[in-house]
């Protein structure tokens, strides 16, 4: 078997030479040349696994090597050689399709992972190899609607790179699972993939989360804890909620994603760390730019390509498959049959708005199964909300035929109501919530807390009473 082959186009001698000996070590066969008219002449010749490009070459630049592989050897993995900080001409790079950068003077383990890293790539996309892997995972992105298509299309693009990755999107839509998906079918899939949810970490102890801290850096530090970003080593962090992190975390953000190396608190020096960045939020990320709430420059390195995930209500088409999905898992973790939507219910949803998306749409479906009979769900069951009933307006039909005025009769002021009502500053589910709770409460009493005979009283069935009980936390 014949060893793996690295192209190395660098104008200077000693870039050249390191790179020779350094890969040479790693049991690579190493062609170094030192202009963009050599390159395409050893491009010609033959294929490479990989190849590591200058930015500045004395007869043209790196993008031009960059454009000529993608249209010759498209399966050929690119890393440009940048100087050290300049970022910016590592992300154009990634824009125009590199797998990776790095930086000069170059480090020599990090060159030894990436190459790893592209090796690896370039292994898979030559014998196919991860194909069936993928197709399962991307199987969990449901929907066939052009708008889910294109998702998983650019998916498998994104999983060839290392660009960082923005992914924009509602609450619900799914924007974790599309970071998943994009780790799943990359080069990183055996590495760990570290979720974290940028709003929920207490702004104090963001930056030891993140970066880890030293034994007795400060009060309460009884041992040595390894941060987030060495947790993702080798693998993906997904930054969930971006937009929550404090503008003093944003700049230390920004460092650690730069210089590939992030300083545990406490300690003396830097630890390298080899972690692809994904990010998202449901907020415009550019108007918090504008109003100077998140950095410019973060924005920049973080969102050098952009994913948008589109909410439920603009693939409409998908919701049947969705609710047969959904229907069958909550079946196989209930040991149950899965349930079925009548023609009723299954109209209902695909009318629906669904401003929760798909997280909404399970909801709405758990709790379906709990309260139809059997395991056939009408349009009653699903129990969708209504537009918020105007103050003025009577809660229910009876209501309104008790207190209609009579023709010519003066138009009294509505009898007070004991709990605050929709459209008094209280969320209408709150408020249905609370009669529920009463009406519950009221027939457990009547019935000495006989389950069986308060569900009865209330014309509903045991299940969806027990459910309810659960729902509304009484005991």
Sequence with gaps: MSAQSVLVIDDERDIRELLTI????????????????????ALGERSYDLCFTDMRLPDGTGHEVIELIAAT??????????????????????????????????????????????LQLAEERKTG?????????????????????????????????????????????????VARLIHEQGPRASGP????????????????????????????AGADKEGLFQAAHGGTLFLDEVAELPLHMQVKLLRAIQEKAVRPIGAREEVPVDVRILSATHKDLGRLVEQGQFRQDLFYRINVIELRVPPLRERRGDVPQLAGFILRSLAAKSGGVPGRLR?????????????????????????????????????????????????????????????????????????????????????????????????????????????????????????????????????
């Design 22 to 41: 350094t890969l040479g070590r790693m049991d690579l066969q190493v062609e170094a040349v030192g202009t963009v008219a050599e390159a395409r002449r």
């Design 73 to 118: 050897h498209p399966d050929m993995p690119v890393a440009m050689i940048t100087a050290y900080g300049n970022v910016d001409a590592a992300v154009n790079a990634l824009k125009a399709g590199a797998f990776d950068f790095v930086s000069k003077p170059v480090d020599i383990q990090m060159l030894r992972r990436l190459v790893r890293t592209a």
């Design 129 to 177: 190899g991860g194909t069936a892997a993928a197709t399962g995972a991307a199987g969990r992105l449901v929907g066939d609607s052009p708008a889910m298509q294109q998702v998983r299309g650019t998916i498998t693009k994104l999983a060839r790179n290392q660009a960082p990755v923005y992914i924009a999107g509602e609450s619900g839509v799914g924007k974790e699972l």
């Design 193 to 220: 993939f570290v979720p974290v949810n940028c709003g929920a970490i207490p702004s104090e102890l963001m930056e030891s989360e993140f970066f880890g801290h030293k034994k007795g850096s400060f009060t309460g």
């Design 343 to 475: 023609p009723d219910a299954q109209q209902a949803l695909e009318e629906y708005d669904f401003p929760g998306n798909v997280r909404e749409l399970e909801n709405i479906l758990e709790r379906a199964m709990a309260m139809c009979d059997g395991d056939t769900i009408g349009a009653p069951d699903l129990m969708l909300p209504q537009r918020p009933l105007r103050q003025a307006e009577p809660v229910n039909a009876a209501h309104a035929a008790m207190h209609a005025p009579q023709p010519g009769a003066p138009v009294a002021a509505q009898p007070t109501v004991p709990h605050a009502g929709p459209g008094s500053g209280v969320p209408l589910d709150d408020y249905i919530s609370n009669l529920e709770r009463t009406a519950i409460i009221k027939a457990l009493e009547e019935s000495r807390y006989n389950k069986t005979a308060a569900a009865k009283k209330l014309g509903i069935t045991f299940r969806a009473l027990r459910y309810k009980l659960k729902k509304l936390g009484i005991d």
